[in-house]
């Protein structure tokens, strides 16, 4: 009886409809994948229910036999979210290689759409199914790592992480602009001599690697993760 009480209640331990009234017109799957649209096209503060609810062509009252508030919605579109992902994937192969895809996957995610940080920064840890799905899954391509259960949380986290750091990145640098221009213009203020740790640095590292999305995460990770678990660098 304690623990009943003491559960956190969420959208997913109410039944999507009621043993009494009419049949549902529509059902939770297609009012989230409205809000999830609504989102991609105008933003996260664009999705309210009176909004939604316009989108859908019915009223907003209609919409609370469905999801209890707007909080209970984000929680929907956040979770479905992590149903893009594919975990059909085997694990038990090259744990690393496999939770770098995992993670490369996350920042596609977030690419998609790109409210979603914002949303999981203010939501807090609401973890619907696809999302514990996710989870699981995760650890089990971790089985065969090294360290400790602790570690492996941290290092799941710290995936998720970097996804939402790198997609936030890719969408500043797209902002920007030209980036072989951005590039110029640090090395000609390096050339000024005024900032010679930077003149250096520049200098060492010489031209830059053709642009490739998924080197500079890939490459971090699979240095990070090795030395989070306990085993160095790879």
Known sequence: MADRETRPTTVWSRPERGARGPAPERSRTQITAAALALADAEGLAAVSMRALAQRLGTGPASLYRYVGSRDELLDLMADAVAGELDLSGATGGDWLDDLVGLALQSRDAHVRHPWLADLNDRRGEVLGPHAIDYLDHALGILAPAPGTAGQKLEAIGLLGGLAVLFARREAAATAAGDPAARAAH?????????????????????????????????????????????????
């Open 186 to 234: 640090l090395a000609a203020v390096a050339a000024e001599g005024r900032h010679p740790h930077l003149l250096a640095a520049l200098a060492a590292a010489g031209a830059p690697p053709p642009a490739d999305r998924d080197a500079l995460i890939v490459r971090l990770l699979r240095r990070l993760l090795p030395a989070m678990l306990g085993q160095g660098e790879p």
